[in-house]
């Protein structure tokens, strides 16, 4: 993109993509910016307050890139919809998560929400989203990925994932298919450990990599790599990030990928606490990597790109080596036009959330909410009788869990049809006090609602106990709604009534309301296994 001749320093610049603490210019960005003269900004939750401010902060950030330079930046946010959004205000148009749109199984939805998804970013002036993933999600114990994929199923991910990708673009927004070469079948978050698949390669052909082969026909501009091992692969027990058979000999040259190969974050401790940072950013480039990602850390972010540029001056990478990822990372800034610069205009609050986009996610949301069982056909509900909802509220912070308090829920939708309705708020890990008088409460009503959240992993015990509680009265009516993973039910199988609804956003919440009420059908179809008795696609 620049015509001007890059010196190694500002090439390695350009190769790493780092993220602050703050929602304004900090002195540790600044520093980034006009001393290492970074390419690429990550945003998370800590930086965004709302559409304007992020706009504004867009707009400063690259005007303080371009005292500097002339090459624009990238900004980035991970805004896959649902439960992964670090954007999630009542303005925006927030998108169903992969496993809802899996789930309505249609490539048209998959389209129009990555659209409408890309527009609103791009007019805060993101110009990468790190989605869709394309990861399998074959492993009902998968601890980070879940509703994060479209399903269990390698072509459906890979028809939803590809329409995805051209929404996002059509949007003129960069897509990143992640996390390569798939992480759908672990049972270890690569934030707290390094996870295997010891696949064959046959398998891993058909599976894993047959959605990232689609999104490369696609033609998606990234593809983010996965700190996770591939023995079939890479034998020497190194994760795909850092390995030159992965990303080089395996998605460069074997599945013919020209974008750009950027890294899941390097603090994820899959890689900084077997590796470390620094090194495995040089790791990284060595094995073929354009853009390195350091999110949070200052220091760290120092240390690796004073490495990377260490390691051209010795040898160990070559610079032609460097050269090569800068002219792909140059490429795609001037084929997303980049340099246009986002600004708050008098119209600028009317651009967001707009009755159109917010309609789209309602019919996806309808389509969504899938009916598993009613074995005592308790639905619809009864609007005349009292009922209690009990509600799981993330109170825990995890890597990939952020606090939230919803003032729409469940009950909210219900209000205004239901006689009477009462809300129970508990932690998604409730102890044995708060079981007790979660019961306790319950005695009180003949028709309870009761909402889990990833309640299949043993961590979550105490909404175990809760179902379970709940179904020793046989004259109570119980229905269980899973507001995460599909996969609860397989802790209390002999819940009469299950549905699943993959998150629990506003909008489905309404959609899931009107299910109850026999006002509308459940359209879904489960886009994972439960069971035996469960199978993918299964619809009661």
Known sequence: MSKRQLTLEQKIGQMVMCGFQTPAVNTEIRTLLEKYEVGGIIYFRRNVVNSEQVCRLSR???????????IPLFICIDQEGGMVARIDWDD?????????IG??????????????CGEELLRMGINMNFAPS???????????????????????????????????????????????????????DSHHGLAAVPHSEERLMSIELAPFIRAIKEGVDCIMTAHVTFPAFEPDGIPATLSRKVLTQLLRQRLGFDGVIVTDCLEMHAISKEFGIAEGAVMAVEAGADLVLISHTFTEQVAAIEALIEAVRTGRISESQIDESVHRLLALKEKRHIERLADVTPEFATLFGTPESKAVVERICADSITLVKDDKQSLPIDPEEA???????????????????????????????????????IGTYPDAEEVRDTLAKAAEYSQVIVLTYNAVSMLHQGQVDIVEGLLHDSDKRVIVVSTRNPYDLNQFPQAPTYLCCYENRPAT???????????????????????SSYPFGHRA
């Open 60 to 70: 400063e950030l690259q005007l303080i890139s371009q005292e500097q330079s002339d």
């Open 509 to 531: 919440m309404s959609a899931l309301a009107n299910v109850l009420l026999g006002r509308q059908e459940a359209h879904g179809k489960l886009p994972v296994t439960i069971s």
């Open 387 to 425: 009922t209690l909802v009990i509600w799981p509220e993330v109170r825990q912070r995890t890597e990939v869990d952020e606090p939230i308090t919803q003032t729409f829920t469940l009950a909210s939708a219900l209000q205004p049809h239901v006689k009477q309705v009462t809300e129970l708020r």
């Open 92 to 100: 925006i148009t927030l998108i169903p998560g992969n496993m809802a």
């Open 134 to 188: 394309v990861d399998v999600n074959n492993n009902a114990k998968n601890p980070v990925i879940g509703v994060r994929s479209y399903g269990e199923r390698p072509d459906v991910v890979a028809e939803l994932g590809a329409a995805q990708i051209r929404g996002l673009q059509d949007a003129n927004v960069a897509a990143t298919a992640k996390h390569f070469p798939g992480h759908g079948d672990t049972a270890v």
């Open 103 to 116: 789930a309505t199984r249609s490539a048209e939805h998959a389209y129009d929400a990555a659209k409408i």
